[in-house]
């Protein structure tokens, strides 16, 4: 009796550490991700808002997203970001990940053909993969969408939502940033 038994409890001990180690890798599930409190939520980019009164239709605009600054004692890898609220007239073309070295700091919002915005596709985008904060610590690689303007924006866009592993289990939160691109009127 004893060598059944035990056989069906290795079986669900196999089964468990299978379906333990599967759920440790991969992309962010939003329907099995939980609330997530380990970015810091109160930093420069969330107490205001980022923009211009100067966009033309047709532009595109980088928006750096705030900073991953892990405050919990895990580490985090960081797995998809995104704009929450994107208004009619603004396209999302895509996010990227960048190291604050290669880009001379952090480009809060810049103009595609600004003099002094970094040429993002000559730069490693480190968005290919997750992106790991040690617990404690400000991330090096901050993100940033990239946006057309294709009708003048009503609102703002708004609200950056972080998907993230932390100890082999899925969490998003969602941090408050804004930003305006106000088409300039035509005279």
């Known amino acids: 009796m004893a060598g059944p038994a035990f056989s069906a409890r290795s079986r669900a001990l196999l089964l468990l550490a299978v379906l333990v180690l599967a759920g440790g890798s991969g992309p962010v599930d939003a329907a099995e991700a939980r609330t997530g409190r380990a970015l ?7 107490s205001g808002t980022v923009g211009t009164e100067n966009a033309k239709i047709g532009e595109v605009w ?3 997203l705030p900073v991953p600054d892990n405050t919990s004692s895990r580490p985090i890898e960081i797995t998809d970001v995104a704009l929450k609220r994107i208004p009619a007239g603004i396209e999302v073309l895509g996010y990227g ?7 001379g700091g952090l480009p809060l919002l810049a103009d595609d053909q600004g003099p002094h915005t970094p040429d993002f596709g000559k730069l490693k ?3 290919l993969k997750p992106v790991k904060v040690e617990a404690g610590e400000s991330s090096d690689i901050f993100y940033l969408a990239e946006l057309k303007i294709t009708a003048p924006p009503k609102e703002t866009a708004r609200w950056c939502r972080f998907d993230y592993r932390q100890a082999g289990r899925a969490y998003s939160q969602t941090m ?9 009127e035509s005279k």
């Open 97 to 103: 990940a960048y190291h604050l070295e290669d880009t």
């Open 62 to 64: 980088y928006f750096a």
């Open 176 to 184: 408050d940033c804004e930003v305006a691109l106000t088409v300039a």
């Open 40 to 46: 810091a939520s109160d930093g420069m980019q969330s």
């Open 125 to 127: 985008n480190y968005a």
